[in-house]
């Protein structure tokens, strides 16, 4: 063989090996988490047995007793209405903010901006301290209402960072031309630029769904009753009884909670990634 | 003309008047979001660096002021130095990993291949799914008796069941997994960045370095690498200020142990402040992440501002 052609096969092999190195790191983990969640007990727990796939039939048993037997459901209801609540008050603040930044307080405005992403960098682990006084002097201590109070700390700087990118790229003759038809600035923002930025709206749903069902520090800092847990952190907590660990069900609690997650990044990636480099890449 | 204006009810028409000025309109649209973040955000934060000059404990609600005695206490403590030393490992181990990994994995990603689509997806996912859920697997994975790292190293013949390593039981390899799980977490997103980055290089610049000679690696270094900076910058800032300020994968994982050796300021802060009740303690012990977010923040702004001109 002429030596370009090795050469070419050399570097197509260890290419493809690149593929499959990062392929493997990816994934693994979530096979692992598949495979454990329906793998009976005594396939789970025999080291003689080759890990990677089913020795004996696989079963359901681990999601029946997720569902019967532990909170599951409830944490997914307690997610849920989390995510609408936060969702709900990101949408009424932000939405206003990010317009007004964008269009209305000039360059005063993007110093704002800019100021109001900064607290999205304030981390969790530094104001939990304070915050859970706040929440006792609330009466909110050990229930689900205290991370609909606090999760709009970050949620609320991130949209609205995301959505005054989104106005920023909106052409302002359309507004103008509504306030010269006798729109008040007012009517024109609810007339017409809400109504046109719907893809930003919904991408700001999304995101802040996905970011309260990723959030676990406050929520192990603000909440110990099972049934007022969220569902992140009700799988990764709750499902342990003293030092026994129920790998079965924890995996496919983990699997559940995961899937619309990874499915909401993958459809709104690109956003994500413009969002927090503020459209340094266009 | 006179007529139709005198119709219009006179409040209406103030009320308008006060919608239509762009300053006032303006203000008012942004105010509720400043004022939750002000609130939430901004008195908190002051009342953490209160809490950690105070004698404040969840039994003793005080607010006398004690100075900087926490201070001295918690930095005359070796544990606490220990946790530091921890957190800068922690930080910088992941994030050099994550950027290694991410660099590779998108020249991987930029070349076409057949399902390139369905590997991308993929590759995402350890930074989008909840880290709490992907930290629970990976501890199963390095479970001290059923790990399948271990399974797979005595049935390639690397090692014996007897010397298999117990993961998160020895203090230098527990260290290495959190480090391996939070670079694992972050170099998807390290991926990405880097491809939005490389995409946005225009080809013609490419082109014209390679008719003047230059190679894949010269390219990549003196091309590519200078032009791809500025939001590798960003995609660096996130992931310090995440990793540095970090607690989940360590509480997760290994509860800050074996004997603290993975101990982070994150969990520190949680340990002192939350669980022992000690609030001012723990605020000393959590406003040490503030120097490195400083200095996080300023060269962020320092980036923006070099944009816009």
Same mark, same amino acid.
């Given at each position: 063989m002429p030596r370009e052609k090795v050469a070419a096969v050399l570097q197509e092999t260890s290419f493809y090996g690149a593929v499959a190195f990062f392929f493997v790191l990816a994934a693994f983990p979530f096979y692992w988490m598949l495979i454990t969640s329906f793998k009976e007990n005594s396939d789970l727990y025999n080291v003689t047995n080759i890990p990677f796939w089913f020795n004996d039939p696989p079963t359901l048993e681990h999601f029946r007793y997720l569902f019967e037997k532990t909170l599951f459901t409830t944490w997914l209801l307690n997610s849920l209405i989390i995510g609408l609540c936060v969702t709900a008050i990101t949408l009424v603040t932000a939405l206003p903010a990010a317009y007004s930044l964008a269009r209305m307080t000039g360059r005063n405005?993007?110093?704002?901006? &800019?100021?109001?992403?900064?607290?999205? *960098?304030?981390?969790?682990?530094?104001?939990?301290? !304070?915050?859970?006084?706040?929440? +006792?002097?609330?009466?909110?201590?050990?229930?689900?209402?205290?991370?609909?109070?606090?999760?709009?700390?970050?949620? &609320?700087?991130?949209?609205?960072?995301? *959505?005054?990118?989104?106005?920023?790229?909106?052409? !302002?003759?359309?507004?103008?031309? +509504?306030?010269?038809?006798?729109?008040?600035?007012?009517?024109a923002f609810i007339k017409m630029a809400i109504p046109l930025s719907v893809p930003g709206i919904l991408t700001v749903v999304i995101f802040t769904f996905t970011l309260t069902l990723q959030e676990f520090v406050y929520a192990l800092t603000f909440v110990s009753a099972s049934d007022q847990k969220p569902i992140t952190l009700g799988v990764a907590t709750d499902l342990i009884r003293g030092d026994v660990f129920y790998w079965g069900e924890i995996m496919a609690g983990a699997l559940i909670a995961s899937i619309p997650v990874a499915i909401a990044y993958n459809l709104f990636l690109d956003r994500f990634i413009s969002g927090i480099t503020g459209g340094a890449v266009k | 003309m006179v007529a139709i204006a005198e119709s219009v009810p006179k409040p209406h028409t103030r009320f308008r008047f006060i919608l239509d000025r762009r300053d006032v309109l303006g203000s008012l649209l942004v105010a509720p979001a400043i004022l939750y973040v002000l609130l939430l955000v901004g008195v908190p934060f002051l009342m953490a660096v209160y809490y950690s000059v105070s004698a404040y404990t969840i039994y003793d609600p005080s607010w006398s002021f004690v100075g900087l005695a926490n201070f001295e206490q918690i930095i005359a403590d070796p544990v606490f130095r220990q946790t530091l030393y921890n957190t800068f490992i922690f930080t910088f181990g992941s994030q050099i990993l994550g950027l290694i990994l991410g660099k590779f994995g998108a020249l991987v990603l930029l070349r076409p291949f057949p399902g390139r689509k369905l590997v991308r997806a993929l590759i995402i996912l350890p930074w989008a799914v909840p880290i709490a859920l992907a930290t629970v697997a990976w501890q199963w994975m390095f479970d001290s008796l059923y790990s399948v790292i271990n399974w797979t190293l005595i049935a390639l013949g690397i090692i014996t069941r007897s010397e298999a390593p117990n993961w998160l039981g020895n203090q230098d390899l527990a260290m290495l997994s959190v480090i391996i799980v939070n670079a694992w977490r972050f170099f998807p997103f390290a991926i990405v960045i880097f491809l939005a980055g490389i995409t946005s290089i225009p080809q013609d610049v490419l082109d014209a370095a390679t008719v003047d000679g230059a190679g894949f690696w010269r390219r990549n270094y003196q091309i590519i690498l200078p032009m791809i900076l500025p939001i590798t910058a960003i995609g660096l800032i996130f992931g310090i200020v995440f990793t540095f300020t970090d607690l989940s994968i360590v509480f997760l994982m290994t509860m800050g142990g074996p004997v603290g050796a993975t101990s982070v300021l994150g969990f520190a802060g949680f340990q002192t402040g939350i669980v022992s009740g000690d609030v001012s303690h723990g605020a000393a012990i959590s406003l040490f992440m503030l120097p490195v977010l400083l200095v996080v923040v300023v060269g962020m702004l320092r980036f923006i501002r070099r944009r816009e001109i």
């Amino acid at each position: 063989m002429p030596r370009e052609k090795v050469a070419a096969v050399l570097q197509e092999t260890s290419f493809y090996g690149a593929v499959a190195f990062f392929f493997v790191l990816a994934a693994f983990p979530f096979y692992w988490m598949l495979i454990t969640s329906f793998k009976e007990n005594s396939d789970l727990y025999n080291v003689t047995n080759i890990p990677f796939w089913f020795n004996d039939p696989p079963t359901l048993e681990h999601f029946r007793y997720l569902f019967e037997k532990t909170l599951f459901t409830t944490w997914l209801l307690n997610s849920l209405i989390i995510g609408l609540c936060v969702t709900a008050i990101t949408l009424v603040t932000a939405l206003p903010a990010a317009y007004s930044l964008a269009r209305m307080t000039g360059r005063n405005g993007e110093a704002l901006g &800019i100021g109001i992403f900064l607290t999205y *960098l304030v981390p969790p682990t530094l104001l939990f301290l !304070p915050l859970s006084r706040v929440i +006792a002097e609330l009466g909110l201590q050990n229930s689900m209402w205290s991370l609909v109070l606090v999760y709009p700390t970050f949620t &609320i700087p991130f949209c609205t960072w995301l *959505l005054m990118g989104f106005f920023k790229a909106m052409p !302002p003759e359309i507004e103008e031309a +509504a306030i010269v038809d006798g729109c008040s600035l007012f009517g024109a923002f609810i007339k017409m630029a809400i109504p046109l930025s719907v893809p930003g709206i919904l991408t700001v749903v999304i995101f802040t769904f996905t970011l309260t069902l990723q959030e676990f520090v406050y929520a192990l800092t603000f909440v110990s009753a099972s049934d007022q847990k969220p569902i992140t952190l009700g799988v990764a907590t709750d499902l342990i009884r003293g030092d026994v660990f129920y790998w079965g069900e924890i995996m496919a609690g983990a699997l559940i909670a995961s899937i619309p997650v990874a499915i909401a990044y993958n459809l709104f990636l690109d956003r994500f990634i413009s969002g927090i480099t503020g459209g340094a890449v266009k | 003309m006179v007529a139709i204006a005198e119709s219009v009810p006179k409040p209406h028409t103030r009320f308008r008047f006060i919608l239509d000025r762009r300053d006032v309109l303006g203000s008012l649209l942004v105010a509720p979001a400043i004022l939750y973040v002000l609130l939430l955000v901004g008195v908190p934060f002051l009342m953490a660096v209160y809490y950690s000059v105070s004698a404040y404990t969840i039994y003793d609600p005080s607010w006398s002021f004690v100075g900087l005695a926490n201070f001295e206490q918690i930095i005359a403590d070796p544990v606490f130095r220990q946790t530091l030393y921890n957190t800068f490992i922690f930080t910088f181990g992941s994030q050099i990993l994550g950027l290694i990994l991410g660099k590779f994995g998108a020249l991987v990603l930029l070349r076409p291949f057949p399902g390139r689509k369905l590997v991308r997806a993929l590759i995402i996912l350890p930074w989008a799914v909840p880290i709490a859920l992907a930290t629970v697997a990976w501890q199963w994975m390095f479970d001290s008796l059923y790990s399948v790292i271990n399974w797979t190293l005595i049935a390639l013949g690397i090692i014996t069941r007897s010397e298999a390593p117990n993961w998160l039981g020895n203090q230098d390899l527990a260290m290495l997994s959190v480090i391996i799980v939070n670079a694992w977490r972050f170099f998807p997103f390290a991926i990405v960045i880097f491809l939005a980055g490389i995409t946005s290089i225009p080809q013609d610049v490419l082109d014209a370095a390679t008719v003047d000679g230059a190679g894949f690696w010269r390219r990549n270094y003196q091309i590519i690498l200078p032009m791809i900076l500025p939001i590798t910058a960003i995609g660096l800032i996130f992931g310090i200020v995440f990793t540095f300020t970090d607690l989940s994968i360590v509480f997760l994982m290994t509860m800050g142990g074996p004997v603290g050796a993975t101990s982070v300021l994150g969990f520190a802060g949680f340990q002192t402040g939350i669980v022992s009740g000690d609030v001012s303690h723990g605020a000393a012990i959590s406003l040490f992440m503030l120097p490195v977010l400083l200095v996080v923040v300023v060269g962020m702004l320092r980036f923006i501002r070099r944009r816009e001109i």
